[in-house]
């Protein structure tokens, strides 16, 4: 007998992204930054190495009254101002949905809302085949089994096989439960065209004509879409679901306002008819209230202000980032296709991600550790952040990294 639960999975987490960091700081050390390549950490960096911390964001925040920052929500949905400030901005008039706001402890947790109270226990959430690593744990802490869809079908979306798995989950229960990780995937930056989500939700629409659907929709890097404004219009897509389908719209602070340790995002519920989205809010805000209790009050109170009265301002600075970002991806996507160095299909966002079998993956990431060049090992690839890559290390990289990659073919 065990001092937890006997049904939680016990092995130790394996956090794939903080060892490699820190093998990384210790390489800096020990021959100099000049010489280490550290595409490691998947927060935006400037071009001198420093974590962007938007100036807009931090000088709202700094000039909130102590009682602000202090105090409690005046709810545990979150604050009304703030409710409505999510909604206006992520959903930017693209929808008529109806729609309740849940504040939450970033995207992970309005994430892990969908994931805990939406499927029993030992069903099966159907999630990407290559994704970010916590959406698998939350499963495991459910104890929830998994399906993955394989993401891509040459260079674009592999609809069949998000269509195969959903129909073999279908056979077993009752409801669907999925997440796409929409636009600016994590880790391989693709992004769905407007017509690949219509035939996502033409597809749902069948499904839920026998089944229940959770569509949860993680947008966690939408705010460093290269589309910007555009990169919101695909939400129209989701006013055409059938009355048994519920949208969840997973939205952080995290890369949005680069407040990633404010922890504050939003679980955005949206359906056809008012009582599924009261029937989903009623239970999120006890899980809220169970969990967390209510969210930084202080984050909350910022994200109004700065959309309210430092709009401008704040999307000039986050703007600077989003091209330079474009400027980086640019580069190593060009460079990389010229010398032939595969990747996924990227389109946007903080991450390119390396395509390769997992037995290549794991003697190719020692060899690009040896050479000083610090990556993150994925499902079936190598991801290259490029958010906090400079300029400066990002040209000529993929050069280096196909010379390593044929030399062990050597
Ligand atoms: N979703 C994805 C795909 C992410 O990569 C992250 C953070 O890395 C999140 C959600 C949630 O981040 P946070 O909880 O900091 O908002």
């Known amino acids: 007998m065990s001092f937890t639960k006997e049904s939680v999975n016990k092995t130790p987490i394996v956090d794939t992204v903080f060892v490699i960091v820190d093998k990384a700081k210790k390489a800096k050390e020990e021959v100099g930054a000049e010489n280490v390549v550290d595409a490691t ?6 071009e001198d190495g420093k974590l962007v911390a938007l100036d807009t964001v931090f000088e709202s925040l700094k000039k909130q009254d102590n009682q602000v ?9 979150g604050n009304p101002d703030f409710q409505k400030a999510v909604y206006d901005w992520v959903l930017d008039g693209n929808s008529k949905l109806y729609h309740e706001v849940i ?15 939406c499927l029993e226990e030992g069903q099966t959430i159907i999630l990407p085949e290559i994704a970010w690593g916590s959406y698998a744990l939350m499963a495991q802490m459910h104890n929830l089994k998994v399906e993955n869809y394989s993401l891509f079908e040459g260079d674009h979306f592999n609809l069949t096989s ?11 229960q009752d409801k669907l439960v999925m997440i796409i990780n929409d636009p600016c995937h994590n880790p391989t930056g693709y992004s769905l065209t407007k017509e690949e989500w219509k035939e996502v939700v033409d597809f749902l629409n069948e499904c839920s004509k026998t089944h229940k659907v959770v569509l949860l929709n993680d947008i966690a890097y939408i705010d460093f879409a290269y589309g910007q404004a555009k990169a919101k219009e695909y939400y129209s897509v989701f006013d055409g679901i059938s009355d048994n389908i519920a949208v969840i719209v997973a939205f952080s602070l995290s890369k949005s ?11 955005i519920i949206m359906a056809q008819q008012e009582e599924i989205v009261q029937e989903i809010k009623i239970v999120f805000e006890k899980e809220a209230r169970a969990t967390w209790s209510n969210i930084n009050n202080g984050a909350m109170a910022m994200f109004v202000d700065v959309l309210e009265n430092h709009l401008d301002e704040y999307n000039k600075e986050r703007n600077y980032y989003v091209n330079l970002l474009k400027e980086r ?20 966002g903080f991450f390119v991600t390396l395509s390769m079998d997992n037995e290549t993956r794991d003697k190719y990431h020692e060899a690009l550790m040896a050479n000083h060049i610090y990556t993150v090992k994925v499902n079936k690839g190598i991801r290259v952040a490029v958010c906090s890559l400079s300029l400066d290390k990002t040209k000529g990289l993929t050069k280096k990294m196909k010379d390593i990659l044929d030399s062990l073919n050597k």
């Not at 959903?166 to 056979?171: A, D, I, N, R, S």
């Open 257 to 267: 306002m680069t407040s990633y340790g404010l922890r504050c995002g939003a679980a």
């Open 329 to 348: 991806s640019d580069i190593f996507v060009k460079e990389a296709n010229e010398v032939g160095l595969k990747h996924y299909p990227y389109k946007e």
């Open 69 to 77: 920052l202090a105090k409690y929500a005046t709810s545990f949905t």
């Open 162 to 172: 998000f269509k195969e798995t959903c129909k073999k989950v279908m056979e077993v």
């Open 103 to 117: 504040a939450t402890p970033g995207g992970t947790g309005a994430v892990g809302m969908v994931v805990n109270e």
């Open 41 to 46: 950490i998947g927060s935006l960096y400037s």
